[in-house]
Nanobody, 127 residues
Framework: QVQLVESGGGWVQAGDSLRLSCAASGRTFSRYNMGWFRQAPGKEREFVAAITWNGGRTDYADSVKGRFTISRDNAKNTVYLQMNSLKPDDTAVYYC????????????????????WGQGTQVTVSS
């Protein structure tokens, strides 16, 4: 099992940057693809970015491509989301999640394929 704790959220102005971190406990972190999702008020939870268990592949939502970068450090049991050029539309609660399968070779973008979730961290971008 994996327990996840996000941090790094906050209030910023449009154009600013933030780096979110997701610390995982449990010895099996390195087996799981990891994803970031977000949920804005009144909206469905949506996929943001994901990375394979070995860091070899990444995928991004079209809305964040070129601005956000996902990475991981398996030695530190941590996955990161570097967010640059933030926009007001990026305002949401951001969640990290671990894939339900281990050593999956492909990236999945639907939340139902992720079994373990953090509590979320709020990101607010003002115009």
């Amino acid at each position: 099992q994996v327990q996840l704790v996000e941090s790094g959220g906050g209030w910023v102005q449009a154009g600013d940057s933030l780096r979110l971190s997701c610390a995982a406990s449990g010895r099996t972190f390195s087996r799981y693809n990891m994803g970031w999702f977000r949920q804005a008020p009144g909206k469905e939870r949506e996929f943001v970015a994901a990375i394979t268990w070995n860091g070899g592949r990444t995928d991004y939502a079209d809305s964040v491509k070129g601005r956000f970068t996902i990475s991981r450090d398996n030695a530190k049991n941590t996955v990161y989301l570097q967010m640059n050029s933030l926009k007001p539309d990026d305002t949401a609660v951001y969640y990290c999640a671990a894939d339900r399968d281990v050593f999956r070779q492909s990236i999945v973008t639907i939340s139902q394929e992720y079994d373990y979730w953090g509590q979320g961290t709020q990101v607010t971008v003002s115009s």
